[in-house]
């Protein structure tokens, strides 16, 4: 892999880290828009069947074969990067964006707003045409059922480790989801606030649990999406699709801290501003990433067709 597209890699991975640190936008969709998604999918069940077949082989004495074979099929060159530009990108974002959500929470929104529409057209072309009628049944349920958990309630609950765990496990199934907000998620339940200050603060004994309670609902959850985008493709990408659009509504910029909606208000000349650029920053990186592929497609054809057949 070039130089070039490594770095590609860790401003991907950093995109990702600040989506998760923000309420309402799902780091699943940037990744899906910068074309890494189905190989962080794929590259995740390959490390829970290493971790699977390492557990059960080895102490059977059929030694580490199926484990070893696992972890070389991992998309090393893509995952290292993303995970290196990730961490970073997480704590600048839990540093920088707090404060502005709290501050200049409409602006803010319309951004993300922008943002988030846009990447929507990512899932929708990848279905391809004609669109049949199950899944758009499919995207219209999806959406509705987007909208309304959007639109729940802030629950406030104590945050002791059994709990922490749990909602990590919940939060990072919408980490590999795209339209679904991990941060999104722990907002409703209330432990939004809780995380990002563990965060700031170090808390390693809260990170820590966090991070078990990750381990564990990536290797409950991955397997299965993996499953559905192998077996049913384009369903999985019409209801994607339909929970980035009913998660809009978390994204809204005029509504009130119990989530209700209210008509343009405020601000309006700026946060239009804000919702274009978003629109336009989402729209460069899928116009980038589809010539990308094109030349990795031409340079593809081109060598096949320069490299001499042996017989």
């Known amino acids: 892999m070039a130089f070039g597209e490594r770095v590609g890699h860790v401003l991907r991975g950093a995109a990702i880290g600040v989506a998760e640190a923000v309420p309402g936008v799902s ?4 990744a899906l828009v910068t074309g890494v998604y ?3 999918i794929a590259s995740a069940g390959h490390l829970v069947n290493t971790v699977r077949y390492a557990v059960t082989d080895v102490p059977r004495g059929r030694g580490w074969t199926r484990a070893g074979h696992q972890l070389r099929q991992v998309h090393w060159e893509v995952v290292i990067p993303l995970l290196i530009g990730m961490l970073p990108g ?3 974002a839990a540093k920088l964006l707090e404060p502005l959500l709290a501050d200049h929470p409409e602006q803010t929104r319309g951004l993300f707003l922008g943002l988030v529409l846009a990447s929507v057209l990512v899932p929708i072309s990848m279905v391809g045409k004609p669109w049949r009628g199950l899944e758009v049944f499919a995207l219209v349920v999806a959406g509705v059922a987007a909208f309304v958990l959007t639109g729940l309630p802030q629950a406030t609950i104590e945050p002791h480790p059994l709990v922490v765990l749990v909602a990590a496990a919940v939060a990072v199934c919408a ?3 795209p339209g679904v907000s991990g941060s999104f998620l722990l907002l409703t339940v209330g432990l939004y606030e809780p995380t990002i200050s563990a965060v700031n603060d170090r808390d390693f004994g809260y990170l820590a649990v966090f991070a078990t309670g990750m381990v564990i609902g990536l290797a ?3 397997k299965l999406l993996q499953w559905l985008l192998e077996q049913h493709r384009r369903m999985t ?3 994607m699709a339909g929970v980035i659009l009913g998660s809009l509504r978390a994204l809204w910029p005029w509504q009130s801290e119990d989530r ?3 008509a ?3 601000h309006i000349p700026s946060i239009v501003a804000l919702f274009l650029i978003g629109v336009a920053v989402v729209t460069a990186m899928i116009i980038a990433e589809r010539r990308r592929l094109r030349r990795a497609a031409r340079d593809l054809t081109e060598e096949t067709y320069e490299t001499p057949h042996v017989r």
């Open 27 to 30: 780091g699943g969709t940037i």
């Open 38 to 40: 189905e190989r962080v």
């Open 90 to 92: 997480l704590l600048i």
């Open 175 to 177: 980490l590999v989801l």
């Open 220 to 222: 409950l959850f991955v």
């Open 237 to 239: 990408l019409a209801v």
């Open 260 to 262: 209700d909606l209210h």
């Open 264 to 266: 343009p208000g405020d």
